[in-house]
């Protein structure tokens, strides 16, 4: 390994780490926004009593998988679209993995492409849960 | 505070005087939080408990999704700063995303008065740690390890104007250490920030700011390795999250800002008192049943 390709690989590094920053910050936003118009949608639906919590049921049944979600969502149901904004910002933290093998790629850093390969691989894994 | 809310959960409420009193005590749990480096997770979970009287399972399932949220929004500002170690981080989030895959499945079998001592075990420690002294400049190893070089684990910091050379050592144990930090983030929802500092600064002996800034980059990325399994166990209950990711979101936004410009160690050591009674207060419920 010379030196040449380790100064052109911080270079990148600098540029790639601004965009993952970005990535990260949108995502946040993007999530906080959609999380905050179904919020602001229950808040206005919901003249009840709050029900507690004290108990374990779990979350209703079709709030628990992408395509349950997705669905009610497209219906304007406030709660799914709230569990629309929670998933895009889980996937936030993915994109971001992602992106960084993009820049991997670029770099022609072969070891850590397949370091973040591996590590998406236990995420798809993670996340494969909601495909139901 | 926590009697009133408790007050709150014995007699009927409107879903608005809940949600707010919800985002209320997740924006001070975000702002000390952040504020104090210990993170919004430690107080979410007993807040929801103790003072809300809300089941551990659905505190797990908020705080997990506050995490991703916290460490998400502040990676930009670290990010500017330039201390981000990404091939470190990713190649230890390969530890702490397949430990928080077992955390996950654990949490799934064990009792939940069982998952609480072992919360406030975990809060425990880190409140304790935050009283021993700040750690030393790390004196950089003289040679590199065989694993860490062959790894390229080496970075450049900025110091003044200047860029100083790093890098890393004990690597294998650094990694042990992380699968542990994740586990316990996809065990109990928190993102075990105290634990990968301690991995990366002590162990891997890297500057303290390159360990804070890359372990908040990786806490993003752990927590969202098991959050697919809780939302589809029905942990995640949307009108408890949402008030909670947004509270603490908006109180670490702000929390972050003003550790910028004020350190605040009196409250650091106020605050870590507060996290040890809470440790208790778990600790003693999970072993009664009560959890």
Redesign the interface.
């Known amino acids: 390994m010379t030196d040449e390709p380790?100064t052109k690989g911080?270079i990148m590094?600098?540029r790639?780490?601004?965009v993952?920053?970005?990535i990260?910050?949108g995502?946040?936003f993007i999530?906080?926004a959609i999380?905050?118009v179904?919020?602001i949608m229950?808040?206005s639906a919901?003249?009840?009593?709050?029900e507690?919590?004290?108990?374990?049921?779990?979350?209703?049944?079709t709030?628990?998988?992408l395509s349950g979600i997705l669905h009610a969502a497209a219906s304007l149901n406030p709660?799914?679209i709230?569990?629309t904004?929670?998933?895009v910002?889980?996937?936030?933290?993915?994109l971001?993995?992602a992106a960084?093998l993009l820049?991997f790629v670029i770099e022609r850093d072969w070891?850590?492409v397949l370091?973040?390969l591996?590590?998406l691989t236990?995420?798809a894994?993670?996340?494969?849960?909601?495909l139901? | 505070m926590l009697d009133f809310s408790c007050e709150v959960i014995r007699n009927p409420v409107s879903y608005a005087l809940f949600s707010l009193l919800l985002f209320a005590g997740s924006v001070v749990a975000g702002f000390l939080g952040a504020l104090t480096g210990l993170g919004g997770g430690v107080v979410i979970i007993p807040l929801l408990t103790l003072g809300f009287g809300i089941d551990i399972r659905y505190a797990i399932g908020a705080s997990l999704i506050s995490v991703i949220a916290t460490s998400s929004g502040a990676a930009a500002a670290y990010v500017r700063e330039g201390f981000t170690n990404i091939r470190i981080g990713m190649f230890l989030e390969v530890a702490t995303t397949v430990g928080a895959l077992c955390g996950a499945a654990i949490a799934g079998i064990i009792p939940t008065g069982l998952i609480a001592v072992i919360f406030a075990v975990v809060i425990g420690f880190s409140a304790l740690q935050s009283f021993s002294p700040p750690s030393l400049p790390a004196t950089i190893p003289p040679r590199q390890s065989r694993f860490s070089a062959m790894l390229r684990m080496n970075g450049t910091y900025p110091v003044g104007n200047t860029h100083e050379t790093y890098f890393a050592t004990r690597v294998g144990p650094g990694f042990l250490l992380m699968s542990v930090a994740g586990v316990l983030s996809g065990l109990l929802g928190i993102g075990s920030g105290a634990l990968k500092v301690i991995a990366m600064d002590r162990l891997m002996r890297l500057p303290f700011k390159v360990s804070t800034t890359t372990s908040n980059f990786m806490i993003g990325v752990t927590a969202a390795a098991s959050a697919g399994i809780y939302l589809s166990r029905g942990y995640i209950e949307p009108t408890l999250a949402m008030p909670v990711m947004l509270g603490v979101l908006a109180g670490s936004l702000v929390g972050s800002r003003v550790l910028a410009i004020a350190h605040t160690p009196v409250l650091r050591r106020v605050f870590a008192v507060v996290v040890l009674l809470l440790a208790v207060e778990m600790a003693f419920n999970g072993l009664t049943g009560r959890l």
């Open positions: 380790t911080a590094d600098v790639l780490e601004h993952l920053g970005r990260l910050q995502g946040v999530a906080a999380t905050a179904g919020g229950v808040l919901h003249g009840g009593w709050q507690s919590h004290a108990t374990f049921a779990g979350s209703d049944q709030l628990r998988s709660v799914a709230i569990q904004g929670l998933l910002l889980i996937l936030t933290p993915v971001r993995v960084s820049g070891l850590y370091c973040t591996a590590v236990v995420l894994y993670g996340l494969a849960s909601v139901r």
